[in-house]
């Protein structure tokens, strides 16, 4: 039979179908195991792009060579319509079972009630955000009379959320979200296509982040390849921007709209940072709204843009309104100073403080690192008897079968890109900083071996750091990589060591080593596990392997060269350099205003503006009642709710009954704002008129 164009274009899809490995896998599982399980509903969503339309399609053609009967509809296509979603049915079950035109007149669930028991259906449901009306009916009317051997594939931009996730339905989802693609998976896209030019591959997945659509929008035709072709010219292809008016169609109002771009000048962002950004109070409607979505997610310490929004609308809004994103920007820097500042005043771990500013501010190398890291799952448990031998197993397995590293990192601000490339015998360097038979003396306390290991538990790398100090200065004073430094380190070098030795805040980062350096968690794991030790305040050593990815990352981290320090341990063609840190005391308030892109000696304070509130510009003293100001009075001369209550002879209670009708006549949040507000009346009190 000869094929149709419809058949061909399914084909060309399923032929370049890449990833979704996982989410493809579990499907099969499901089709194949299905009257063994309770769960019925799988749950796709992502943002704008990511490929859900595609994979229900690569998921249909799946289930037909399973030999189960897939039904696809699109729920844009049926505007809220119980009887076209009906029909809509009607018409897959017919094209896959050759159906004539008067089994349409039949109501889909009893067509598919009346299927073989052990004939599989799926049925593939796409927009689901369009669904309206059509939820409640589909989950009260229509899902619960399907058979059991209906697998059910629910497509949108947000999750099941309301009543399928607080009721029994809940028991019978499996949510997957989808998330970009991995370079390996972008690389084997541009492939298929014949596009095999390395660089115009580096280019598409660093200027995308592996976002599905960006991705398929920004490749190179193969034509294009004929030519010269660079970075830049790829950076500015016009459909990426173009996606983003695709994916401000959610933001409905101009103040909506507004609290996006504000969320664009920061990493994350939280209620309280965004009030301060835009120096006026935001409803908690406006936050709810912009919150669920589909391009923001939840995230330590707050919520963020989906990487790809976040740069293309912090670009956008950079272009269109220069002088209030560096408005909006100077604020958010010294928000979060503020919060760093007094981490380091009482000794807090400033460490996430520290890395949302590196995503913004800094150095362009810091940016490129930031820019493709993301929170890990992975965790660290210290070197002991019970996991000794299991490290032993790593190191063997590590020399065993060593691999080859491809490190790519790009800067959103300068569009520099960074590429580090490491044979398999350069990957195994820092391993041969340690003399392992000393590090797993687990009875040694100056040593710091640390296991770092991924979700399933199997470790994935080690960091060892040693104490410098009285016992052990001897030990590294004659110890490959280290007795670099104890053998030429002049005289005032010799005391700061000395007196940080003797406070205990000395240490010499002997070895980070990682089975995958090309793993984006596992670097991000890396500069956490530096930044305990920057940000504590100490002075930190280290000496890594002469490559330039080591020497541009010491450098980028505010690590300074030591002059004569240089050895050829590692025994490679160029020697190694010796770096140090002294982050103690008020040296560590000057890094920090380093590594956001201040000068050392810069003393100016950035400070937060005087909040303006817009909707409240004048506050008449005639709205308040007689009672009401009274209460103000003695609130603004600093009195507590039970001294306000004791000079007037009233409860408790009623104080604060008073002092929320105050609240809620100025449209303000708390009594801080309550009674800075009046105290800026009492000054300029004309004719009973607070300005």
């Not at 500013?357 to 890990?376: D, Q, V």
């Amino acid at each position: 039979m000869r094929q149709t164009i419809g058949e061909r274009l399914n084909n060309l899809m399923f032929d370049q179908f890449v990833g979704r490995s996982f989410e493809t896998g579990l499907f099969q599982q499901f089709v194949n195991t299905l009257s063994d399980r309770t769960e019925r509903i799988l749950n796709v969503f992502g943002t704008a792009g990511i490929g859900k339309t595609y994979l229900l399609t690569c998921l249909a053609l799946i289930a037909e060579e399973m030999n189960a009967i897939p039904i696809q509809v699109n729920l844009q296509e049926i505007n809220g319509d119980s009887a076209a979603f009906d029909r809509a049915v009607l018409h897959g079950m017919e094209t896959v079972m050759n159906h004539n035109n008067e089994t349409a007149s039949s109501q889909s669930l009893q067509e598919l009630n009346r299927l073989p028991e052990d004939k599989k259906v799926v049925l593939l449901i796409d927009g689901y955000e369009e669904a309206g009306a059509l939820d409640y009916w589909m989950r009260t009317c229509y899902f619960p009379h399907l058979p059991t051997n209906v697998l059910i594939v629910v497509a949108g931009r947000y999750p099941l959320e309301g009543p399928w996730r607080f009721s029994a339905w809940k028991k019978l989802i499996v949510r997957l979200p989808l998330s970009s693609l991995t370079y390996e998976e972008i690389r084997q896209y541009l492939l298929h296509w014949g596009i095999t030019s390395e660089e115009a591959i580096n280019a598409v997945w660093l200027r995308t982040l592996g976002h599905p659509l960006a991705v398929s929008l920004l490749a190179p035709a193969p034509n294009e390849l004929a030519g010269s072709l660079d970075f830049s010219s790829l950076a500015e292809k016009e459909p990426i921007e173009a996606m983003l008016d695709h994916w401000l169609l959610e933001a409905s109002n101009d103040e909506l709209r507004r609290l996006l771009f504000a969320s664009s000048a920061v990493r994350t962002f939280h209620q309280e940072l965004l009030e301060e950004l835009l120096g006026n109070p935001i409803s908690t409607a406006a936050f709810d709204q912009l919150i669920k979505l589909s391009f923001v997610s939840r995230s330590t310490g707050g919520w963020r843009l989906h990487e790809i929004v976040w740069e293309n609308m912090r670009r956008t809004f950079r272009e269109r309104m220069p002088e209030q994103f560096e408005q909006y920007n100077r604020i958010a820097v010294a928000f979060v100073e503020k919060k760093i500042e007094d981490g380091i005043t009482r000794g807090k771990n400033i460490s996430k403080e520290l890395a949302e500013l590196l995503h913004y501010t800094g150095n362009p190398i810091l940016r490129a690192h930031y820019r493709h890291s993301h929170s890990s799952p992975n965790y660290r448990e210290p070197l002991n008897a019970q996991n000794s031998q299991e490290l032993e197993a790593y190191i063997a397995g590590r020399k065993k079968r060593p691999s080859a590293w491809n490190v790519l990192c790009s800067d959103p601000e300068s569009q520099a890109l960074y590429r580090f490339s490491f044979t398999p015998e350069e990957s195994l360097l820092r391993l041969s900083a340690v003399n392992w038979s000393d590090a797993l003396n687990i009875s040694d306390c100056n040593w710091s071996v640390q296991l770092l290991r991924n979700v399933a538990g199997r470790i994935i790398g080690v960091f060892t750091v040693v104490a410098v100090n009285s016992q052990t200065w001897d030990y590294l004073a004659s110890a490959a990589v280290s007795r670099a430094l104890f053998q030429s380190m002049p005289q005032d070098q010799r005391q700061q060591l000395s007196v940080a030795a003797a406070q205990g805040r000395a240490w010499y980062l002997l070895s980070v080593d990682v089975e995958d350096l090309e793993n984006e968690q596992i670097r991000s794991d890396i500069i956490i596990h530096l930044f305990e030790y920057v940000l504590a305040g100490n002075l930190i050593v280290a000496s890594p392997p002469p490559l330039d990815y080591y020497e541009q990352a010491m450098l980028g981290l505010g690590f300074k060269k030591i002059q004569g320090a240089e050895h050829n341990d590692y025994r490679m063609p160029r020697p190694a350099s010796t770096y140090w840190l002294d982050t103690r005391n008020d040296k560590l308030r000057a890094y920090v205003k380093r590594m956001i892109g201040m000068k050392g000696d810069d003393s100016r304070q950035l400070s937060l503006p005087d909040k303006v509130h817009p909707n409240n510009p004048k506050v008449h003293l005639n709205e308040l009642t007689k009672r009401e100001r009274d209460v103000a009075q003695l609130l603004l001369a600093g009195s507590t709710n039970r001294e306000i209550a004791a000079s007037l002879y009233i409860s408790e209670a009623a104080v604060k009954k008073h002092v929320n009708a105050m609240l809620a006549k100025f449209g303000l949040k708390n009594r801080t704002q309550l009674a800075s507000i009046l105290l800026g009346g009492e000054t300029k009190k004309q004719g009973g008129l607070i300005e």
